[in-house]
């Protein structure tokens, strides 16, 4: 028989088991985190109707979104679009969630969302098609504290302390201040914003003298003057708490949308600092818009202090109103997302993942099948203890045995001789300190969960 | 604007919170147990190329699949069927997996995975076209010691102790030994024998003398006594694991497969009672057939003894080789899947599902805006002990706030008042138990831990 070649499509990120496991630690670590300040966890279809998901995208969502048909819809001659496509990421099927459930929630509703999403990029090395993302959001009916603007660096904060990758900053802006200050310098059009915000945006690639003749030349039209103030105010950041304040106050009161977004700013930080962020990794950061049309106050960005060519790891904001496609209720909120895939590929790339250990803490050695059975109960006992277990099933060299645990990952082997089964003891190997005990089957479930509890991973 | 109507495909299961923390329990309780007895995490992307998912399938199959394409693919006219589909199960992809990457796995590979699968099956009441497969497989090079199809009922043993969901049996049959008696009583072409199944099938729905009847008809042609003992056979069940060796010895020796299914039968029930699982919970069935085509050995079906109705809960069996359309290596296995969204859906409908408690297990409540530092420091506290805490970010009523945390099924509030704070105090309320205590902030964090640690769910 011809065979198929067996193949995976480009974009999707496929792992090996050792790859696997460090992956989803990831994601418990980030579940962890996000039930630990009380989001409650929500999965949606990967695929919405198409009308319902597409209500407002323009054509670039568009080109990049996958249908979905079953056979029969195929066999039907096509009239515009399938009915049916695969959500592009979780803020959509958010909104629909939030609309279609409105009255069997509670307010405000903090969720989080850890599923996979789908984009119909262009095949390239670090684009993925199929991605996770990790979303929370707290959402408002009708009107949503800003204090919930605090807790959000919290989260970033406690979930990037634990997935252990190094020193980090969460930025934070304004879009109000950045809104204000704009009109301050006489750019109020919003379409000449987002223009400005788009030059602003080369800013780490080109440099501030390309981007502040870009905003002086021809086409933009700005002063000299004013080119040079928008350079000077997206340039800002802050060192430390006292510092972001002095900077916020140093910018004056240019106009009230300026002064409502350094009110705003500030009231955030005091309470990021309330909540037990360090202020080595929180700062204000003026230059970070977050796209252009939807978020409308507080936006966050977060990179890594050691390797900031990965860019931002945790992105979000707030936002007015959150399903207004699908309700007539006004739905203000705030949430980040994290591109979990993507963040584990680039660490991998950067090499800053230890080799995890497997999920498989003791291997159970076999040396002959007569001893099966005492093997089994030993297992029964550790599992019993918490403490993940295989068994192997076949006998074979115990070299060979080793081997495998070796290689696998496997912390400690149990090997159960018959002399062993006569004292009533199990021979024990820990593979990583290649040091051997000899200890009583009674003993053996508590002390190894000791020596496990001692190093488990965040 | 006009509204988009927000909603969702039939035959997919959308939870609200509640529902949604109780299913991932569920989820959560079968991947502790998996990875307890050694089995290694694996993810396969959603979609497959149409030529590696449908290598052999038949054309109900091809029916049932969801194509997938991007808004660039659907621009160019069709040809033949396009290029990707969402997978129907676990299993192809498993095969794709391992050929792929046969060369960096270590065999026997044991790999447990649970995500959604698709079917484009019509919308009816309890027909999911999303839904959970929880598998686990054992893959063998060349060869797999029958000793791992003992395993597979340990885990499932374990899997449903700790989902407790009441008493439940493990039904184990082995296809030699239906295949040697099929034979014996002049069944042999096997085209026979799936047609005779097929009727066997119809038991429990139509009656043993409907299918007497049928199997000793003009369509069939049977003789009466083949067709008695065939009814006999199938309608075979054991009370106990010496009952189960009595009857399995009573068979005799027909043939040589029959012989050989009563050998590996008999091995595996030994094995499974070394492993520990009470001799209540598994029995031999020997009407099991579990499809016709892809088992080879034994097969495993799980019910409810309190609710037949609703089926085999968890299915599976051994195969002989798993990935011969991508590959020439021989690569045995044994294996079984649990349907998570199903089996989800019928406890709810059966109301065998107990109201989960609220991944949140305490409110900090607010009194007073003053008073939110506070209230995040001991937030803050009882998160780093390992409890997941929600503060309420505004203040207000505080009647209000305890009817929330009573709705959200929070277990306890935590009121931090003026008071409190002059003596360095917590008052913290128990809502199931409706009574309220005042206790130190230093103590607070051990003592809702030690009762949270309690009655933590299995």
Redesign the interface.
């Known amino acids: 028989?011809a065979?198929?070649?067996?193949?995976?499509?480009p974009g999707?990120l496929?792992?090996?088991?050792p790859d696997?496991?460090a992956f989803?630690r990831m994601l418990d670590t980030v579940r962890r985190n996000f039930?630990?300040?009380?989001f409650?966890?929500?999965?949606?279809?990967?695929?919405?109707?198409t009308?319902?998901l597409l209500?407002k995208q323009g054509g670039e969502t568009?080109?990049?979104?996958?249908?979905?048909?079953?056979?029969?819809a195929?066999e039907k001659p096509?009239e515009g679009?399938?009915e049916?496509a695969?959500r592009f990421d979780l803020t959509v099927p958010l909104?629909?969630?939030v609309?279609?459930?409105e009255h069997?929630?509670?307010f405000?509703f903090?969720?989080y969302q850890i599923q996979?999403v789908?984009r119909?990029e262009r095949a390239q090395r670090g684009r993925f098609r199929?991605f996770y993302q990790c979303d929370i959001d707290v959402i408002g009916k009708d009107q949503l504290?800003i204090?919930?603007d605090a807790?959000i660096p919290a989260v970033i904060y406690?979930v990037f302390r634990d997935l252990a990758i190094g020193p980090f900053t969460i930025w934070l802006n304004n879009r109000k201040l950045m809104r204000g200050f704009f009109e301050s310098v006489g750019i109020a059009d919003p379409e000449r914003q987002a223009h400005a915000l788009r030059e602003v945006d080369k800013l780490d690639k080109r440099g501030a003298e390309y981007v502040r003749d870009t905003l002086a030349g021809e086409g933009f039209g700005l002063s000299a003057d004013a080119a040079s103030r928008i350079l000077d105010f997206v340039q800002i950041r802050s060192h430390g708490h006292a510092d972001a304040l002095a900077r916020l106050d140093a910018l004056g009161v240019g106009n009230a949308t300026l002064a409502e977004g350094v009110a705003e700013l500030k009231q955030t930080l005091e309470?990021v600092r309330?909540?037990?962020v360090p202020e080595t990794h929180y700062a204000i950061n003026l230059s970070i818009a977050r796209g252009l049309d939807y978020y409308t106050g507080t936006v966050y960005e977060t990179t890594l202090n050691e390797h900031p060519q990965i860019g931002s790891i945790c992105s979000g904001g707030r936002y007015d109103n959150l399903?207004?496609?699908?309700?007539?209720s006004k739905l203000p909120g705030v949430g980040i997302s994290i591109g979990a895939t993507r963040l584990f590929w680039q660490l991998r790339e950067a090499k800053l993942l230890g080799g995890a250990a497997?999920?498989?803490q003791v291997?159970v050695a076999q040396m002959d099948e007569t001893l099966?059975?005492a093997c089994?109960?030993i297992a029964?006992q550790l599992?019993g203890a918490?403490?993940?277990?295989?068994?192997v099933?076949?006998s074979g060299k115990l070299g060979k045995q080793f081997k495998?645990a070796d290689?696998?990952g496997i912390r400690f082997v149990a090997v159960l001789g018959p002399d062993e089964i006569a004292k009533g003891t199990v021979t024990v190997k820990d593979m990583r300190k290649q040091d051997q005990v000899e200890i009583s089957q009674a003993e053996l479930a508590g002390a190894l969960r000791a020596q496990l509890t001692q190093e488990t991973p965040a």
């Open positions: 028989m065979l198929t070649q067996a193949r995976t499509m999707t496929e792992l090996l088991p696997q496991i989803q039930e630990s300040f009380g409650l966890p929500v999965e949606t279809p990967v695929m919405e109707f009308d319902v209500t568009e080109r990049q979104v996958y249908f979905v048909q079953s056979t029969g195929l096509a679009l399938p049916l695969l909104a629909r969630y609309a279609e459930h069997d929630l509670n405000p903090r969720r996979r789908y119909g199929e504290s204090r919930y807790e406690s309470l309330a909540f037990g399903a207004s496609n699908y309700t007539k497997s999920t498989v291997l099966l059975p089994l109960e029964a599992r918490g403490i993940a277990t295989e068994v099933m076949e495998y290689r696998a």
